[in-house]
């Protein structure tokens, strides 16, 4: 059960693409199509931003989007605004148990 | 509206025992999965264990043997019985449930959270 592998830190400007990858293994990103990223602001519980790998629940902006290549899993926000500035995480079924990525700090400069 | 409320957290010893509990509205556990995940102070999420709808449970292979996951279908709740705590174990503790779907497997809803912390 080693978690995901994420970037620390990711940053970009205002109106610019961000791309943050989440790297497993072949019994957890590369077996299962059930990667979610979630989204969490200092003191704040998590919020799901993507499930399956590519699908955004009813609420999230089309900026964000997800994708899947092989171990690994990757999550594009695009046309960046203040308020996406979070910690991101990943997450992916492993045949229970599940697994999270180490997180990704995204700074919007 | 889904609500979940956690509660139950403290400080407590290492070697000491605590029962979280999650409290659910807007919807039946029962016929969801339902999981724990943490967060120690400054890290990352962790998932912790997951109940199935049919009452099957896995845990974590850092809290096997020591946090058991259960819950009280008529009272709606979740718990975590906590025992055998070391001071790794402090973090937030969060309870999410499980979107059932076909083809689907993600945590739709979180609580806030409740903090654990295990100190001499």
């Known amino acids: 059960q080693s978690a995901l592998t994420q970037p620390r830190s990711v940053s970009g400007s205002p109106g610019q693409s961000v791309t943050i990858s989440c790297t497993g293994t072949s019994s957890d990103v590369g077996d299962y199509n059930y990667v979610s990223w979630y989204q969490q602001h200092p003191g704040k519980a998590p919020n799901l931003m993507i499930h399956d790998v590519n699908k955004r629940p009813s609420g999230v902006p089309d900026r964000f989007s997800g994708s899947k290549s092989g171990n690994t899993a990757s999550l594009t926000i695009s046309g960046l605004q203040a308020e996406d500035e979070a910690d991101y995480y990943c997450?992916?079924?492993?045949?229970?148990?599940?697994?999270f990525g180490g997180g990704t700090k995204l700074t919007v400069l | 509206e889904v609500q979940l409320v956690e509660s139950g957290g403290g400080l407590v010893q290492p070697g000491g025992s605590l029962r979280l509990s999650c409290a659910a509205s807007?919807?039946?556990?029962?016929?969801?999965?339902m999981t724990w995940v943490r967060q120690a102070p400054g890290t990352g999420l962790e998932w912790v264990s997951v109940?199935?709808?049919?009452?099957?449970?896995y845990h974590a292979d850092s809290v096997k043997g020591r946090f058991i996951i259960s819950r009280d279908n008529s009272k709606n709740t979740l718990y975590l019985q906590l025992s055998s705590l070391r001071a790794e174990d402090t973090a937030v503790y969060y309870c999410?449930?499980?979107?059932?779907?076909?083809?689907?497997?993600?945590?739709?809803?979180w609580g806030q959270g409740t903090l654990v912390t295990v100190s001499s």
């Open positions: 999410a449930r499980g979107y059932t779907g076909s083809s689907s497997l993600y945590f739709d809803y």
């Open positions: 807007g919807f039946t556990i029962s016929s969801h999965y």
């Open positions: 997450c992916s079924y492993a045949g229970s148990p599940w697994v």
């Open positions: 109940i199935y709808s049919g009452g099957s449970t």
